[in-house]
């Protein structure tokens, strides 16, 4: 009598959320099989109570879902989910929190983030000249002789400033170490004499392909900034790090991901030893997001091209439910603060490089097509590093004649920085099946701006990052943060934030970047979640909350579709689930 009774209650539409949590341990322990005829069997969980954006083709809000074995097994109202109870389902009041799919980071460098933020001299790319001096000297005066210097991240734009960084300027702090230093682009390096030295890069030496020994104009003498590969090189010939460290890293950056919502990440460029560490904490069962492996290609962070095509080779065996590793990453180009970036139109003249400089690609584009053919025949999808409007159309092109090749349009590539696009490339992203990636903190008004305008012009220096254009030409739009190249950290609010309000969330400012190229909060959403998996493909098991999905989702402190826009990156996540599994929880609700 006492179960038909309760359970006609909960069945009743009119039964509050307050005398749900009550009735939902009652009919737990009496067996409830639900309000229809025939039960489904107990799920392991069911979440109750929530707001749960759901991120499926509706975008619908649900109240509930179950899950059983990692999966979800039922979404809908609290009424349809209870009757997935079961005497060992574990039930988890929401108490009308904000859920939504996990964040999904297409591009980081985890193992470079990890070792620069917990074993290097690490100091904020905001510091001054002066600041970043004092923090390095620091470091040096707490180290033996003769060890390594090694840290960042110094803004690239103090390269254009009245009084620059040079070798002599470290040399003053310590000539008994060697320091290595890179900027926040993470493309270019700050090296003092004892460092040079130690490599063997001399006055004589010549500049490497896509890469640039940086010389005093007047002089000719070698300054000690080294551009992109030749500051790859150099920074492949640094003491290498214990596996265990490595290791170490990887493990520390993933906790303070899984904090702030990410529950899946892309590795953009990843070597033999970032390799080694995500399979190992896989192993061990300690790796808390999934990983999609870009494994490098003719990139001057590998040793060898052989390793490369090792790696390639193996990749089958190493793939797990937590790592994939059917991902390539080609370097195509630098950034656009240093003229690296190939562009369609010149640069402003200056006296290095004359009136019409157009700034260089790392391939020549034959290669460059051979290169896309092979690795799309390996079944490799492909990010191509591609900042200026050139090279994105060299890559595109490259990704047409492969298409042509295999007669098929997968797997999906990518144009990673889709940060300067010719209108006329716009529409080929949808028709060649190619990823727009975009790295919306990077787009920032900030102290960068203007020596990114003294290099591009004010205007062209503006139009950056069009994402509005690319999603209405069809492109399927991601999020990659790179850090940890100018962000600060993991936290991916900040860049949401910024898709919808084209503003720096850090500042006050009210000047927006090229604000026609806005999204709305949906579309921001559905660029994190469902996009981020269909680029690590996973879209058939990841990126919202649907039936046969991979119970990763987030739990967060407020309703995102109900707070002030300028709020959005001040979010705070209360839990984050992968496979089921709580790996952060600052919740204080109850689970029974």
């Not at 062209?460 to 990052?465: I, P, T």
């Amino acid at each position: 009598m006492l179960k038909r009774l309760l359970k006609s209650a909960w069945c009743s539409s009119e039964t509050s959320d307050t005398q749900a949590g009550l009735l939902i341990l009652c009919l737990v322990v009496l067996g409830f099989t639900g309000c229809g005829e025939t039960a489904p069997a107990g799920a392991d969980q069911i979440f109750m109570s929530g707001q749960v954006y759901t991120a499926d083709p509706a975008n619908s809000i649900q109240e509930a879902f179950a899950v059983s074995d990692g999966v979800i097994v039922a979404v809908g109202s609290n009424t349809v989910i209870a009757g997935y109870l079961g005497e060992a389902t574990a039930v988890v009041d929401l108490g009308g929190r904000f859920v939504m799919p996990g964040i999904h980071d297409m591009h980081m460098h985890p193992l470079q983030g990890g070792l620069k933020e917990f074993y290097e001299c690490s100091f904020a790319h905001s510091l001054s000249l002066e600041e970043i001096l004092e923090v390095v000297a620091s470091c040096a005066r707490n180290m033996e002789a003769g060890a390594w210097v090694r840290g960042g991240q110094w803004p690239s734009h103090l390269l254009k400033s009245a009084n620059p960084p040079t070798r002599e300027m470290l040399d003053q702090i310590t000539t008994e170490h060697p320091v290595f230093l890179i900027d926040w682009a993470v493309h270019n390096a700050w090296l003092n004499s004892a460092a040079l030295e130690a490599l063997g890069i001399s006055e004589s030496r010549t500049d490497p392909p896509g890469g640039q020994f940086q010389r005093d104009p007047v002089t000719g003498k070698l300054t000690g900034i080294l551009l992109d590969n030749a500051a790859y090189d150099a920074q492949r010939q640094l003491p290498a790090y214990p596996h265990e460290t490595n290791m170490d890293a990887v493990r520390r950056v993933f906790d303070d991901a899984v904090g702030v919502g990410i529950t899946s990440v892309k590795d953009a460029m990843t070597t033999t030893e970032a390799l080694r560490a995500y399979t190992a904490l896989d192993e061990r069962g300690e790796l808390k997001v999934r990983v999609h492996t870009s494994l490098a290609w003719k990139s001057s962070w590998s040793a060898s091209h052989e390793e490369e095509l090792a790696n390639i080779r193996a990749r089958s065996d190493l793939n797990s439910a937590m790592v994939h590793t059917d991902f390539a990453k080609i370097m195509l180009d630098g950034v656009p603060l240093t003229r690296s970036s190939a562009m369609l139109e010149p640069y402003l003249p200056d006296s290095v490089y004359g009136e019409q400089y157009f700034g260089k690609m790392t391939l020549p584009p034959d290669e460059l097509r051979r290169d896309v053919v092979w690795l799309d025949q390996q079944g490799l999808s492909v990010k191509i590093h591609a900042t200026g409007d050139r090279s994105a159309r060299e890559a595109l092109d490259a990704i047409a004649h492969a298409r042509q090749v295999s007669g098929n349009y997968q797997p999906r590539h990518e144009i990673s920085h889709a940060q300067f696009i010719h209108p006329a490339d716009m529409p080929r992203f949808a028709a060649l099946n190619v990823a727009a990636e975009m790295c919306p903190i990077l787009w920032y008004p900030t102290a960068s701006d203007g020596a990114r305008e003294a290099v591009l012009g004010k205007d062209r220096a503006k139009k950056m990052w069009p994402m509005r254009s690319l999603i209405d030409q069809g492109a399927t739009v991601f999020y990659g943060s790179d850090w940890p190249a100018v962000v600060p950290n993991t936290n991916p609010w900040p860049g949401i934030e910024a898709m919808v309000t084209r503003r720096n969330p850090y500042t006050d400012g009210i000047e927006a970047q090229w604000p026609e190229q806005a999204v709305s909060l949906i579309e921001a959403l559905r660029i994190v979640t469902v996009n981020g998996a269909a680029t690590g493909g996973s879209r058939n098991n990841s990126g919202s909350i649907e039936v046969g999905k991979l119970a990763d989702f987030i739990v967060l402190d407020r309703n995102l579709f109900e707070v002030p826009e300028t709020e959005i990156s001040e979010t705070q996540v209360l839990m984050t689930v992968v496979n089921g599994n709580v790996i952060h929880d600052q919740r204080a609700v109850d689970t029974h």
